[in-house]
């Protein structure tokens, strides 16, 4: 089975713009994660998606919002980058019934 | 109160040795699952093993195995005969409840480095 993609790998904004991350889940998966990852604030949970809706939420601002398709792929979109939006997304899939979850490569976004 | 609490910020084995990383966590939820995770510095999260609340043995997954002590609330990770290849970033990480919601709360990471 093929693992977590997420596109892009790297990405390069300037403060102010907005961005999209794409992640597709394992095939099968019907939840996906996405996850920070900063060396300051370390990995902090941005919210998970079931069956296209938004089960579960972490402690981020309004200009974080994502979606899940019917297909389970997830995107995530952050408006009106900031500096400190830098980070590595990781996003993670899960099937309904087992405990772990598997994630992708990651996506490293810079702001400049 | 941080919930993961990883004591280690670097540690460093001899190649063939084994190493311990240890977790400690808070929570008041009866129902858990605690997991440990490698992240090598190509940057992506390998899951290791995992271990649930009510389960009554250690975990074991080959060479990693999981020294659970739950009134001690801890979760260490144990990894024998240590390899070059295990030189990365490893994180404890915790679910509370049922299931139902799959946030995972991590650890701050140990740095683990094996020498030859």
């Known amino acids: 089975k093929a693992g977590v993609t997420q596109t892009p790998r790297y990405l390069i904004k300037t403060r102010g713009q907005q961005v999209t991350l794409s992640c597709s889940p394992i095939?099968?998966?019907?939840?996906v994660s996405w996850y920070q990852q900063t060396p300051g604030q370390g990995l902090q949970f941005l919210f998970e998606?079931?069956?296209?809706?938004?089960?579960n939420k972490g402690n981020f601002p309004g200009r974080f919002s994502g979606r899940q398709f019917s297909n389970s792929r997830s995107e995530m979109n952050v408006s009106t980058l900031e500096l400190g939006d830098s980070a590595l997304y990781l996003c993670?899939?899960?099937?309904?019934?087992?405990?772990?979850?598997?994630f992708g490569p990651g996506t490293r976004l810079t702001v400049t | 109160a941080q919930k993961i609490t990883q004591t280690q910020p670097g540690m460093f084995v001899q190649e063939k040795e084994a190493v311990t990383l240890d977790c400690t966590y808070d929570?008041?939820?009866?129902?858990?699952?605690l997991f440990w995770y490698k992240q090598p510095s190509s940057g992506e999260m390998i899951f290791l093993i995992y271990?649930?609340?009510?389960?009554?043995q250690n975990a074991t997954e080959g060479r990693y195995s999981l020294n659970f002590q739950k009134a001690r609330k801890s979760a260490n990770l144990v990894i024998s005969a240590s390899q070059l290849g295990d030189s990365a970033m490893y994180f404890c990480?915790?679910?509370?409840?049922?299931?139902?919601?799959?946030?995972?709360?991590f650890g701050s990471g140990t740095q683990l480095t094996v020498l030859p």
């Open positions: 993670a899939s899960s099937p309904d019934s087992l405990y772990e979850q598997y």
């Open positions: 095939s099968g998966h019907r939840s």
């Open positions: 998606y079931f069956s296209e809706t938004q089960r």
């Open positions: 929570t008041s939820d009866p129902s858990y699952g």
């Open positions: 271990q649930g609340s009510y389960d009554q």
């Open positions: 990480a915790m679910r509370e409840g049922d299931g139902s919601a799959r946030q995972l709360t």
